[in-house]
């Protein structure tokens, strides 16, 4: 793709692309998109599994209400979304399409948002029997799936600092599985505990499937339209995503018989109707921030670096919920945190040495072979 055009001579959606490729050209550290997609992912990522616990310790038991609580608040993206059709469409003299989304890339997005809804329920009934400080170091074995699956899918460039922090995050998990259930919470039985166990990393699983196929799928939108992923895409597949993932948890709610017991629930929560619904709200705020800040996370870097920057921020929700919930903090959480640390430190060194080298070209240039 060829960005060396002169930008005063280009039409504006030419201007786009090429402002959008030297945008994600920059170093990790040196990209504003990049940046703000990190902002968003620190504020989601250590709120919204806080939120969702305080929902299931205060008399919460909807699995699939829980579940459709972390994609719910995609149409938060509308407004941002019209802003950007509006000044389009003053800025150019030509026809403004409504959309930038293909039809092929329209369908990816349904699948990944029917993926996300699963992926959300089988969340919703780990964190249930978990502690929050458990399950958020379960999930960051979604680290090592991602890494796989997108050896396999988008031919991931591993090196040695990357392999070195799959590692040391996937030994870190381990170590939690040998704990045997030392922090189960009260009220929860011992096939609860390690069915939450499994549930939970199910979910980083399905979660590491998910960000490789989200990096394939933008890949391919590029090669075959022959233009860059802009963030206004990255909105309008968030909003087909989240959509997806929550009618299909409607499904679930309705089958269930949610709908009818959630004023039940509201009235027998223990901070109050008020607190319920404020609750839920602010819960699915928090989940559509972590699921912006991941899609500009996967465009901006990739699915690996979208997987790292959730497991950096691991140790930030085990300290709030040992404050918030006083949760037990033993030994074991403690070496998994370090290893979490470290593991995000050489990713991130790796990635620092990689720019370094004026010879390498960013991962989604190269995509425009596909």
Known sequence: MDVETPAQTQPLEQQQIASAAIVAAKPLHRNPRLVLSFLLMVVGWTSGP???????????????????????????????????????????????????????????????????????????????????????????????????????LVRQRFTAFSVNAVVLLSVGAAMLGMNGGGD???GVTRVQYYAGFGLTLGAAALYGLILPVMELSQARHVARARCAVTYTLIMEMQVVIGFSATVFSIIGMIVNNDFHAIPREAQEFGLGKAGYYVLLVGAA???????????????????????????????????????????PFNGIKGIAIALSVWGFVSYFYGEMQIYAQPS???????????
């Open 360 to 370: 390498n070209k960013p991962s989604n240039i190269e995509k425009l072979d596909l």
């Open 184 to 186: 189960r919470p009260a």
């Open 50 to 152: 806080l939120l969702l616990r305080t929902y299931f310790l205060h008399g919460g038991n909807r699995k699939w209400l829980s579940s459709l609580l972390q994609t719910a608040g995609w149409p938060l993206l509308l407004a941002p979304l019209t802003a950007s059709f509006l000044s389009r469409r003053r800025c150019s003299t030509n026809k403004t399409p409504v959309f930038f989304i293909s039809p092929l890339l329209l369908a990816a997005s349904v699948v990944l948002g029917i993926m996300a809804g699963l992926d959300n329920l089988l969340y919703a009934f780990g964190l249930d029997y978990l502690p929050v400080s458990t399950s958020s170091v379960l999930m960051s074995t979604q680290l090592a799936f991602t890494a796989g699956f997108a050896l396999v």
């Open 285 to 327: 705020i928090m989940y559509q921030l972590i699921s912006l800040g991941i899609m500009g996370a996967v465009f901006y870097g990739s699915a690996l670096l979208g997987g790292v920057i959730m497991t950096v921020l691991i140790p930030v929700t085990e300290v709030l919920a040992v404050l918030f919930f006083h949760e």
